[in-house]
Structures are given as C-alpha cells and as structure tokens.
C-alpha cells in the first residue's frame, strides 16, 4: 500500500535514475490544499503501483497557485508502464475532486551533481527553492561546466550557512539545469540573494551560453512512499 511521510526526500537516494518534475496550476491557495489532499487520498487507497517508483512528493507553491511535483523512478521505463495503466485513473478521481487543474509541463532530468547536507546537520528545511536555469539551443554540453563553477562557489567562503543543500539536474532535453534547494529558512534565502557579489558568482552569471533563469519557492506539502 501508501503511506504518507513528513520527511523530505533525498535526491541522492542510491537506484534514482529518472528523477522527474512537474507543474499543476491550481489557481488559489484554497485549491492547492484541497489537491494535496485530493492527491494523498487518491494514492493512500490504493496500491503504490509500480516497484520503479520509489517515492513522489508533493510541494505548495508560495505564489499560492502552483504545485510540484518531484517523483523518483528507477527508469523511465517504469514511469511509461505505470502512464499507460495507471495514472490516468488516478487523474480522473483527482479531477473529480478538484476540477480544473491545468497540468503545465513535465520535465525529465538525470541528477549531475550536489552540494550535499552537511554530516551531522539535521536541519529540517524550511524552504524549498527550484531555480530553471536555460541555456541556447546549442549550449548543452556547457551546462556541466556551469555546474561544477556554481558548486566551486558554493565551496568557497561565500558559502551561505542558511543553504542547506542543492542538487543540479540536467533536462534529457538538454535545454536546461534544474536546482532543487533546501533553505533553512525564507529569511536565510532573502539574505543570501541581498549579498554582495563576488567575482565567483559574476563568472556564474555571465557564464556562456547562459539565457536566463526561473526562480520558484515552495514548501513541502506530501509525501508518498511505498
């Protein structure tokens, strides 16, 4: 069966091969509490579905209107099985329960590389940020480059203490760098953003092939697992 966790996931867990993301719009704040709820019961009474997924969380958007959704499949290959015969049913009883849900976009990715939770910290976090980071149609393979700087500069001394972790993510499209954050706290990120710059992070910024980047805030509303 499912059941339902408080702890927030780890995106280095061994055997994730296909960690996917996802966004709903669900338009109030008021509808993306009654879709978590809509979402956990749908999956608590049922079977989990499928041994390649080994977990799906749930995150509520500040802007009060988005939700997403991290799942962390052993391939895609389990993700495919379980779209074919499963998930449009659970859709449906989602569906019926809140109606209007605009399903925004899928995105695949492999996880490049992280800056990894402390030894010995055990700070819950208290903000989720995802940061998109797009790169020029023919700038793929300077998205690794790009990784390995910001995490040099995360090494450094301009490291922020209230950064909890950060994992990077390249798209299988190969248009994009996904960064799933862990914060402390909103006020530790506010913080880190108002800094002063440095040349490190300038290089980050201007780095080439570099087209613009998305930041999102959230805070972790569901978990499933097996």
């Not at 695949?108 to 590389?113: A, C, D, G, K, P």
């Not at 990784?147 to 994009?176: C, E, M, Y």
């Amino acid at each position: 069966m499912t059941r339902r966790t408080d702890a927030h996931p780890d995106p280095t867990r061994p055997g994730i091969g296909a960690p996917f993301f996802s966004t709903w719009r669900v338009g109030t704040p008021e509808r993306q509490a009654q879709t978590v709820e809509a979402v956990a019961r749908t999956w608590e009474t049922r079977a989990w579905g499928s041994d390649r997924l080994l977990g799906y969380h749930l995150y509520a958007g500040h802007d009060g209107t988005t939700l997403l959704h991290y799942s962390q499949w052993r391939d895609e290959q389990g993700y495919e099985a379980f779209f074919k015969t499963l998930r449009q049913e659970r859709n449906d009883e989602i569906d019926t329960a809140v109606p209007g849900i605009e399903r925004v976009r899928l995105d695949r990715y492999r996880l490049h590389r992280s800056h990894a939770r402390a030894v010995g910290d055990t700070r819950v976090p208290g903000l989720i940020v995802t940061v998109r980071v797009d790169f020029e149609p023919d700038a793929a393979d300077k998205r690794a480059d790009w990784v390995d700087l910001v995490l040099s500069a995360l090494a450094g001394p301009d490291a922020d203490r209230g950064l909890i972790s950060a994992h990077f993510h390249l798209s299988t499209d190969g248009t994009h760098v996904l960064n799933y954050a862990e914060w402390e706290s909103d006020e530790a990120y506010d913080a880190a953003l108002a800094g002063p710059g440095s040349p490190q992070w300038e290089r980050v910024r201007t780095h080439p092939g570099l087209r613009g980047t998305t930041g999102s805030r959230y805070r972790h509303a569901l978990g499933l697992v097996p």
